[in-house]
């Protein structure tokens, strides 16, 4: 633990905690976003404590300059961004930095995520400087409170450039030396992942620099860039600076700096999750509440995709009215597999059933249904967020499991509607199979089963109401 005081500043979206011990932050709270366990508490995304460690660091690199480890003096012990007031500046000097004087200043902006973190070096001395400036955060590798085998999130770095684009790190890549970084950039940043929130340091502007990342003690490791700072000539002061984001990770973010939207994992369906959920988001604007948000942008999925699942449900319907000829074929032909199937094809033709036209057009619709998933799990906007009654919070789990129970019974009708394979062992599986996902989403947060029984029980209404009205149909035409 640092042992320099604490200076603690106040925005109307942050409180950080900076030590004068190296000048760092070591403690970030977000006003604006609940704490996972006591809502009472604001949510805190940079820390150091026993056992877990999420800091922001910074230094200068050169002889003489001080580092993350150097002594830092500051006028006051405690700062608020006052009334009226759109920034708020907050000035650490170096103490013993040699050749140079050295003040490390933090920018703070009202209703923004943003902090500057710059460095003005007078040169003392009698030669030319040239320093590096290295911007840095250093976390162990413990996963965040919340996430789960069930909802796996990535927790770890990633790195961003116009060429590479976007890349997350793993922890073991790092201690394996395995991490590729961009070589040579000319722009990008690097941040910190884990689920709902980011931290990422962003250069000022684009120039050269320098990514890395390292395996320090026991299990923290580091992430960082380095840049460099022009010549400064004796008895003149250079200046560098980056920007820190410390927040929720949204997609508009790319406002930001490029590629900072990314942040919001939506996994390999990024294409199909963005637009789904800014459809999501404007029907919020509209109902503002996200549970009847995600009911009505299913129910609009399903009515895209009305035509193929309709189309699947009458293929099922018709091997619902044909699966007692083809128990007799079954009971014809015994174990005699190539006979079997011979007259399994025929009678499909003659029926004019299509085996594969009640899966065909489900699979295409898979992509956009999964792609929903992870638009609901990734958004942090659903943190927190009620939907009505018992549901306070739409990432978390059902707290009386209401809608596991629902969805599993859902589950059960569409079972009972499809046909009954032939195979004994495929039919067991589908009896067994709504009780495995029951408990499953015992797991998932309330919003995620919110869409998958909203999804289950429109696709019921509308097989029942297919298969009745073919059925009605054939019954017509054997009266007649």
Same mark, same amino acid.
């Given at each position: 633990?640092?042992?320099? +005081?604490?200076?603690?500043?106040?925005?109307?979206?942050?409180?950080?905690?900076?030590?004068?011990?190296?000048?760092?932050?070591?403690?970030?709270?977000?006003?604006?976003?609940?704490?996972?366990?006591?809502?009472?508490?604001?949510?805190?995304?940079?820390?150091?404590?026993?056992?877990?460690?999420?800091?922001?660091?910074?230094?200068?690199?050169?002889?003489?300059?001080?580092?993350?480890?150097?002594?830092?003096?500051?006028?006051?012990?405690?700062?608020?961004?006052?009334?009226?007031?759109?920034?708020?500046?907050?000035?650490?000097?170096?103490?013993?930095?040699?050749?140079?004087?050295?003040?490390?200043?933090?920018?703070?902006?009202?209703?923004?995520?943003?902090?500057?973190?710059?460095?003005?070096?007078?040169?003392?001395? +009698?030669?030319?400087?040239?320093?590096?400036?290295?911007?840095?955060?250093?976390?162990?590798?413990? #996963?965040?409170?919340?996430?789960?085998?069930?909802?796996?999130?990535?927790?770890?770095?990633?790195?961003?450039?116009? +060429?590479?684009?976007?890349?997350?790190?793993?922890?073991?890549?790092?201690?394996?030396?395995?991490?590729?970084?961009?070589?040579?950039?000319?722009?990008?940043?690097?941040?910190?992942?884990?689920? &709902?929130?980011?931290?990422?340091?962003?250069?000022?502007?684009?120039?050269?620099?320098?990514?890395?990342?390292?395996?320090?003690?026991?299990?923290?490791?580091? %992430?960082?860039?380095?840049?460099?700072?022009?010549?400064?000539?004796?008895?003149?002061?250079?200046?560098?600076? %980056?920007?820190? &984001?410390?927040?929720?990770?949204?997609?508009?973010?790319?406002?930001?700096? #490029?590629?900072?939207?990314?942040?919001?994992?939506?996994?390999?369906?990024?294409?199909?999750?963005?637009?789904?959920?800014?459809?999501?988001?404007?029907?919020?604007?509209?109902?503002?509440?996200?549970?009847?948000?995600?009911?009505?942008?299913?129910?609009?999925?399903?009515?895209?995709?009305? #035509?193929?699942?309709?189309?699947?449900?009458?293929?099922?319907?018709?091997?619902?009215?044909?699966?007692?000829?083809?128990?007799?074929?079954?009971?014809?032909?015994?174990?005699?597999?190539?006979?079997?199937?011979?007259?399994?094809?025929?009678?499909?033709?003659?029926? +004019?059933?299509?085996?594969?036209?009640?899966?065909? #057009?489900?699979?295409?619709?898979?992509?956009?249904?999964?792609?929903?998933?992870?638009?609901?799990?990734?958004?942090?906007?659903?943190?927190?967020?009620?939907?009505?009654?018992?549901?306070?919070?739409?990432?978390?789990?059902?707290?009386?499991?209401?809608?596991?129970?629902?969805?599993?019974?859902?589950?059960?009708?569409?079972?009972?509607?499809?046909?009954?394979?032939?195979?004994?062992?495929? %039919?067991?599986?589908?009896?067994?199979?709504?009780?495995?996902?029951?408990?499953?989403?015992?797991?998932?947060? %309330?919003?995620?089963?919110?869409?998958?029984?909203?999804?289950?029980?429109?696709?019921?209404?509308?097989?029942?109401?297919?298969?009745?009205?073919?059925?009605?149909?054939?019954?017509?035409?054997?009266?007649?």
């Amino acid at each position: 633990m640092p042992s320099g +005081k604490n200076i603690v500043v106040t925005t109307d979206t942050l409180k950080v905690v900076i030590n004068t011990a190296g000048g760092n932050i070591q403690h970030l709270d977000l006003l604006k976003h609940k704490d996972t366990d006591d809502q009472s508490k604001p949510f805190t995304l940079l820390q150091q404590q026993a056992g877990h460690i999420y800091v922001a660091q910074s230094g200068l690199l050169g002889n003489d300059l001080p580092t993350h480890n150097a002594e830092f003096t500051v006028a006051g012990d405690n700062y608020r961004l006052a009334e009226g007031k759109d920034t708020l500046e907050v000035r650490l000097t170096a103490m013993d930095s040699g050749s140079a004087r050295v003040t490390k200043v933090y920018t703070f902006h009202r209703s923004k995520y943003l902090v500057d973190v710059g460095y003005e070096i007078e040169n003392l001395g +009698k030669t030319a400087l040239l320093p590096s400036a290295y911007y840095q955060f250093v976390r162990d590798s413990e #996963p965040v409170a919340g996430s789960s085998k069930f909802v796996p999130t990535f927790t770890g770095p990633a790195v961003y450039t116009e +060429k590479d684009k976007f890349e997350k790190i793993e922890f073991a890549d790092i201690e394996k030396n395995k991490v590729k970084l961009p070589a040579n950039p000319e722009d990008g940043w690097i941040g910190m992942l884990q689920h &709902y929130f980011v931290s990422a340091w962003l250069p000022a502007s684009k120039g050269s620099r320098e990514f890395y990342t390292k395996k320090l003690d026991g299990n923290e490791f580091s %992430a960082g860039v380095i840049l460099p700072v022009a010549s400064i000539e004796p008895g003149q002061t250079g200046r560098i600076s %980056a920007t820190l &984001y410390a927040g929720p990770a949204q997609t508009r973010l790319d406002k930001i700096a #490029p590629g900072l939207g990314l942040t919001v994992d939506y996994g390999w369906l990024t294409i199909f999750s963005t637009p789904l959920f800014w459809l999501m988001s404007h029907i919020n604007d509209w109902v503002n509440n996200w549970g009847v948000s995600i009911i009505l942008l299913t129910v609009l999925i399903k009515l895209a995709f009305f #035509p193929l699942s309709a189309a699947s449900y009458r293929s099922m319907a018709k091997m619902r009215q044909v699966s007692p000829k083809l128990e007799k074929i079954k009971q014809q032909y015994g174990d005699d597999r190539e006979r079997l199937n011979k007259a399994m094809m025929e009678l499909y033709k003659t029926e +004019k059933i299509n085996p594969l036209g009640g899966c065909l #057009p489900m699979l295409i619709q898979i992509p956009v249904f999964i792609a929903l998933y992870w638009a609901i799990l990734s958004s942090v906007e659903l943190r927190h967020a009620p939907f009505f009654g018992w549901i306070t919070d739409l990432s978390a789990t059902d707290p009386y499991y209401v809608l596991p129970l629902i969805m599993g019974i859902s589950m059960m009708v569409q079972t009972k509607l499809n046909p009954v394979p032939p195979d004994p062992m495929q %039919a067991k599986l589908m009896q067994i199979m709504p009780i495995v996902f029951s408990v499953v989403f015992f797991f998932f947060p %309330a919003g995620l089963v919110l869409y998958s029984v909203v999804n289950n029980l429109l696709s019921i209404a509308q097989q029942w109401y297919i298969t009745r009205s073919l059925e009605s149909g054939h019954k017509g035409v054997a009266k007649a």
